[in-house]
């Protein structure tokens, strides 16, 4: 089946600096992915959506300018976290849709495992 | 999206069979009934889809009204690793890419009793 990653799974970083996690889909082509988060004891939230290839298109109320998406490949989408602070402490969780060797993938889309950011 | 209502919480035994209700009246005749769930401190899962017709997978089966405004997510014989937040979702169905992210509501945190 098709399976997505996330790197790192847990991260602690000090306020005022930068974080990266990275998402892969390990065995299809991810044409599209999309990035949540979740805060605890809430329900995920999405973030931004990114086409391979294009601009990401971010929700309202979330900072492009704070949290950076690269998809410049068919496999992997990038998230920085620039200047993080405590507020941004969460559970981030990307997915990915798109083809197997040139056939869609079924309509549902597959989720990593998550990275849980601290920002101390 | 269509909006979903479902319970907060349910227990269940286990090996009984779970039923996990999931109200969407205002469904439209192109959206599907997506089931997901998260296991605590993991990404979501994939469970099951359907449009219309009852569906069953090795995970579970999917019961859709004749009216389509109420579907039921039954996990035949649960055990404990299936305690979880099971969450129902209305939308269009997409393949390939393009799709839209998905709105996900607040699910029913289902409990599996020893």
């Known amino acids: 089946g098709a399976v997505v990653s996330q790197h790192p799974s847990r991260v602690i970083c000090k306020s005022g600096t930068s974080v990266k996690i990275e998402c892969r889909s390990l065995d299809f082509q991810a044409t599209t992915m999309f990035w949540y988060r979740q805060f605890p004891k809430q329900s995920l939230m999405l973030m931004a959506t990114s086409n391979e290839g294009s601009k990401a298109t971010y929700e309202q109320g979330v900072e492009k300018d704070k949290f950076l998406i690269n998809h410049a490949s068919l496999t992997l989408s990038t998230l920085t976290v620039t200047s993080a602070h405590p507020e941004d402490s969460s559970f981030y969780i990307c997915s990915a849709s798109g083809y197997s060797q040139r056939t869609p993938l079924p309509n549902e889309q597959f989720f990593g495992p998550g990275t849980r950011l601290t920002v101390l | 999206d269509a909006k979903t209502t479902q319970p907060p919480s349910m227990d269940c035994a286990e090996g009984r069979a779970a039923n996990l209700p999931c109200n969407h009246s205002?469904?439209?005749?192109?959206?599907?009934v997506y089931w997901y769930r998260q296991i605590h401190s993991q990404g979501p899962q994939y469970i099951i889809h359907g449009l219309k017709n009852n569906e069953t997978n090795e995970m579970a089966s999917l019961i859709i009204t004749e009216d389509r405004k109420s579907s039921t997510l039954i996990l035949p014989h649960a055990t404990l690793r299936d305690t979880a937040v099971y969450y129902c979702?209305?939308?269009?169905?997409?393949?390939?890419?393009?799709?839209?992210?998905?709105?996900f509501g607040k699910g029913t945190h289902l409990i599996i009793q020893p």
């Open positions: 205002t469904i439209s005749g192109n959206e599907y």
């Open positions: 979702i209305v939308r269009a169905s997409y393949s390939g890419g393009g799709a839209d992210g998905l709105t």
